[in-house]
């Protein structure tokens, strides 16, 4: 009897070792980004890791080649950077679709407020095309926006859908699958 308890605590203990690799894999997923271009993918700008806490999501940024000042920095619905053209216009990265917004709360609040899932907190790119920082973003796991793309707006983003919509970031600069 002895025997047969070590023997299921064995297995039990070795199903649970072999878990452990997928059990981290879901808490921590990161996204090489890359400069959109009308052919693609065009030059690496860096790296974002994103990373569960006890209370939500980590966001670390290590980017550089960025324009400098205030940058809208948002997940978006596919995991796809490419180019899209509609009636002769390019739209960079048009493939990542919209603001990743999976309970179709249809507004643009910022991060934590109920809008898009996908409202990230804006980064600030210094003036020598470098950010390096740490974001927090509560109430959300990193498994919500695996296989997604992240993306880099030209302009600011003031959380609003006025005076201009999704906050003004404007043209898709860089973009990145998170995986």
Do not use: W
């Amino acid at each position: 009897m002895r025997m047969l308890r070590f023997t299921v605590l064995s297995l039990g203990l070795a199903a649970l070792v072999a878990a452990l690799p997928a059990l981290a894999s879901a808490e921590k997923i990161s996204a090489e980004v890359f400069l959109t271009t009308q052919e693609g993918k065009g030059a690496k700008v860096g790296k974002a890791i994103f990373t569960d806490k006890k209370d939500g999501l980590e966001i670390k940024v290590n980017f550089q080649g960025l324009p400098p000042g205030l940058r809208g920095f948002h997940v978006h619905e596919n995991p796809d950077c490419s180019p899209t053209s509609k009636d002769g216009k390019v739209t960079l990265a048009g493939a990542a679709g919209g603001h990743f917004d999976p309970h179709k709360a249809g507004k643009h609040l910022g991060p934590g407020s109920g809008g898009h899932l996908g409202d990230l907190p804006a980064i600030t790119v210094g003036a020598d095309g470098t950010v390096k920082t740490k974001l927090y973003l509560k109430g959300v796991k990193a498994a919500e926006f695996m296989n997604r793309s992240l993306m880099i707006h030209a302009g600011g983003d003031n959380y609003s859908d006025e005076p201009n919509p999704l906050g003004g970031g404007g043209a898709r600069i860089a973009c990145g699958i998170l995986r």
